[in-house]
């Protein structure tokens, strides 16, 4: 590991040159595949922290209880209360969301163990799959109120098709699928695709499967390859064709409590997720008419 490189504390805001444009409204974005390890949670906290530097008011909504977003995002999670309070209905998301340091408007809903417990607590409560829609409906008009109207939230989901994930499916416009372009990359995939069917025709039909992004890709293998052609083929409109290469900086990011944003905005990984996040971003301009945006850039971000 090179450790000139390594930032340690994150110091001042980061803002991007050219903003992003913002979305025809609220966009609300489930992260979700119930296959562990897949970078659902790496490109939640990395897209946030993108939209964010350019300009856009961004929630990271963390909802596994491994509190892997939180880490990531530098919040504290252990001591403050999170999302397990609110679906408990103890809290409002406003009392017990986090500002992220380093950026201008992103913030977090952490999570912690105790919201292991939620999975079984939920069940025999009142509206039990509409918990999590309710507080963020609470949030959003809150927001709205205020004169700084939200323009992403992103739910980070854990590695399971539980009542947690049907929550968040149950809160959301849109579905986002992160590929890990590796051995089984889709296998369970119909599995997941069935309960966004289900979710859609029973608890939230504005659902959309919006999303696709191929994650620690390696160009090198076939078999990487072969996965970003079976999806580029089933979801060409869905998939933003910008894969995430397996990079290094990207997974030490964390250790430090942050986002490969700031620990080392210059490098592949970093540098990739940028070129998502404006695409993800130029899409949601015209989010309802499925005008697809082939116009990116890949260098030259970070002011
Ligand atoms: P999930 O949330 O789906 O369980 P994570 O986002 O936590 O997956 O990613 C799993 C592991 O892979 C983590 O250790 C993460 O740091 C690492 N990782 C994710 N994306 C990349 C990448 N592009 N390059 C290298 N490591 C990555
Ligand atoms: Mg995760």
Same mark, same amino acid.
């Given at each position: 590991?090179?450790?000139?490189?390594?930032t340690?504390?994150?110091?001042g805001?980061?803002r991007?040159?050219e903003?992003?444009p913002?979305?025809?409204s609220?966009?609300?974005?489930?992260?979700?595949?119930?296959?562990?390890?897949? +970078?659902?949670t790496?490109?939640?906290?990395?897209?946030?922290a993108?939209?964010?530097?350019g +300009?856009?008011?961004t929630?990271?909504?963390d909802l596994?209880?491994q509190?892997?977003?939180?880490?990531?995002l530098?919040?504290n999670?252990?001591?403050?209360? +999170?999302i397990?309070?609110?679906?408990?209905?103890?809290?409002t998301?406003?009392?017990?969301?986090?500002k992220?340091?380093g950026?201008?408007?992103?913030e977090?809903?952490?999570s912690?163990t105790?919201? *292991?417990?939620a999975e079984?607590?939920?069940?025999?409560l009142v509206a039990?799959?509409t918990r999590?829609?309710?507080?963020?409906?609470?949030?959003?008009?809150?927001?709205?109120?205020?004169?700084?109207?939200?323009d992403?939230i992103f739910?980070?989901?854990?590695?399971?098709?539980?009542?947690?994930?049907i929550?968040?499916?149950?809160?959301?416009?849109e579905?986002?699928?992160p590929?890990?372009?590796e051995?089984?990359a889709?296998e +369970?995939?119909?599995?997941?695709?069935?309960t966004?069917?289900?979710?859609?025709?029973?608890?939230n039909? *504005?659902?959309k499967?919006?999303?696709?992004?191929?994650t620690m890709?390696?160009?090198r293998?076939?078999l990487?390859?072969?996965?970003?052609?079976?999806?580029?083929?089933?979801?060409?409109?869905e998939?933003?064709d910008?894969?995430?290469p397996?990079?290094?900086?990207?997974?030490e990011?964390?250790?430090?409590?942050?986002?490969?944003?700031?620990?080392d905005?210059?490098?592949?990984?970093?540098?990739?997720?940028?070129?998502?996040?404006?695409e993800f971003?130029?899409?949601?301009?015209?989010?309802?008419?499925?005008v697809?945006?082939?116009?990116y850039k890949?260098e030259g971000e970070?002011?």
């Open positions: 590991m090179d450790d000139s490189r390594e340690k504390t994150v110091v805001v980061r991007l040159k903003a992003m913002k979305p025809s609220l966009r609300i974005i489930t992260v979700a595949n119930q296959k562990g390890g897949v +970078g659902k790496t490109t939640a906290v990395n897209l946030a993108a939209l964010s530097m +300009g856009l008011r929630v990271v909504i596994d209880p509190g892997n977003a939180s880490t990531a530098g919040v999670h252990l001591e403050n209360p +999170g397990y309070e609110v679906l408990m209905g103890d809290l998301i406003s009392q017990a969301i986090q992220v340091k950026f201008p408007s992103l977090c809903v952490s912690n105790s919201l *292991a417990q079984i607590e939920l069940v025999p039990r799959e999590l829609k309710d507080a963020i409906e609470e949030l959003v008009q809150e927001r709205i109120n205020s004169g700084e109207p939200l992403y739910i980070d989901c854990p590695p399971s098709l539980g009542l947690l994930t929550n968040a499916l149950t809160s959301a416009k579905l986002l699928i590929i890990q372009c051995y089984y889709l +369970g995939l119909s599995q997941l695709l069935k966004f069917e289900l979710v859609k025709k029973r608890l039909s *504005a659902l499967l919006s999303t696709f992004i191929l890709f390696d160009g293998t076939r990487a390859n072969d996965v970003a052609d079976e999806i580029r083929k089933h979801y060409p409109r998939l933003i910008i894969p995430i397996r990079a290094v900086r990207v997974s990011a964390p250790g430090f409590g942050q986002t490969v944003m700031t620990y905005a210059s490098s592949p990984g970093a540098v990739a997720y940028m070129a998502v996040a404006r971003a130029d899409r949601g301009k015209a989010f309802d008419s499925n697809v945006s082939i116009n890949r970070i002011a």
